[in-house]
Every structure is written in structure tokens, then in C-alpha cells.
């Protein structure tokens, strides 16, 4: 198997993870998005060392797509691991994360889909499918997320929003900002 080939398959898992035809949101829809946020590495600040655990997690997603496809991990490691966790694996293991340590319930079945989208909604880049989709602004508005350049409550380029003048999510981790929105909106 050569390395576009793994590639491509790893991207299509990652996609399967977050698009379901039971959430009226597929691959070809929003591909274009999705390929974007795989080709844009995800940084974090120095003054929130704790975001490297949601770096980590990205990454560790090519070790669990290797385990659940029967991919030798060696040809993962090879073929996958030598980029950065891009911002489309955060946001994939995160709401993978959220789905299964928090919100986990067999009554609702798997939602990682719904938290995913509910992270696109939150930057507003929910309109990005293939008929809207505006390159310069997903790089925009991802460049304000990464940076942090956001209103303190999450307007205008993040992926959780509170409306709670108490938090100010952009003094906090990625993992603190989704546990407040939890609470406060789910």
C-alpha cells in the first residue's frame, strides 16, 4: 500500500467518524471543509501546555484507526505519523472524547457526529459545503481559533461559545472551555 493510498483511507475514516447519513450530513457535502481542516496543523499556545493532550489525542486516533482497520501500526507509523495532528483530528478525537468519557448514553446511541458539527456550527463554518464553500475564510476564521483571537465568550472563532460573563475561554484549555459549554448547555 503506498502513502497516498493509506492517506486517503485514514482521511475517509476520520470523515466516517463524523458523517452519517442519520445526521443528514455526508462526506461529499462537505468534503472541501473537512479536507481543509486536514491540511491545517493544529497549534496551541505555550501558555496552555494542557492543549497538547488534545494534540496527542489527534494523533492517537491514526494508532486506532490501524487497530480498528487491521492496519499494521508500523505502516501507520510510517505512512501517517510523520505530519502533525492537523485540526480536523482534534476536532475528531475531541468530540470522540465528549462522546465517550462525558456524554455517553445507550438511550441516544453514538452523537460524536452531533458534537463535531456542533464545533463547526460554534466557528461558523457550518455553511461550508461544496456550494458555499469559502477557502479564505475557513483559513480565517481557523488562524482566530487557533490564536485565540475570539471574544472571551467564544464569538467570532470558536469552537465552544458560553454566554456566561463568569468564563472567559480564552484563559482556558480546549478540555475546560468543552466541560463549561457541557454543563451549561447540554
Not at 47 to 74: T, V
Not at 93 to 117: H, K, P, V
Request: proline residues 1%; hydrophobic residues 40%.
Amino acid at each position: 500500500m503506498t502513502s497516498k493510498q493509506i492517506n486517503s483511507l485514514y482521511f475517509k475514516w476520520l470523515c466516517e467518524l463524523v458523517c452519517e447519513d442519520s445526521l443528514i450530513i455526508r462526506l461529499k457535502d462537505f468534503k472541501s471543509l473537512l479536507c481543509k481542516l486536514h491540511q491545517i496543523e493544529f497549534t496551541y499556545s505555550a501558555m496552555f501546555p494542557m492543549d497538547d493532550n488534545r494534540n496527542e489525542d489527534g494523533i492517537d486516533l491514526r494508532y486506532r484507526f490501524s487497530c480498528e482497520k487491521g492496519y499494521d501500526y508500523r505502516m501507520v507509523a510510517f505512512f501517517i505519523d510523520c505530519k502533525p495532528c492537523s485540526v480536523l483530528e482534534m476536532l475528531v478525537a475531541l468530540a470522540l472524547r465528549c462522546e465517550e468519557q462525558i456524554m455517553s448514553d445507550a438511550l441516544y446511541g453514538n452523537r460524536t457526529g452531533l458534537w463535531f458539527w456542533k464545533m463547526i456550527d460554534n466557528l461558523g463554518l457550518d455553511k461550508m459545503d461544496e456550494k458555499h464553500y469559502d477557502e479564505s475564510l475557513v483559513e480565517e476564521t481557523i488562524d482566530v481559533f487557533l490564536n485565540r483571537e475570539y471574544e472571551r465568550n467564544g464569538h467570532g472563532g470558536n469552537i465552544f461559545i458560553v454566554e456566561d460573563e463568569r468564563y472567559n475561554l480564552k484563559a482556558m484549555e480546549i478540555w475546560y472551555q468543552m466541560n463549561v459549554y457541557l454543563r451549561r448547555y447540554i
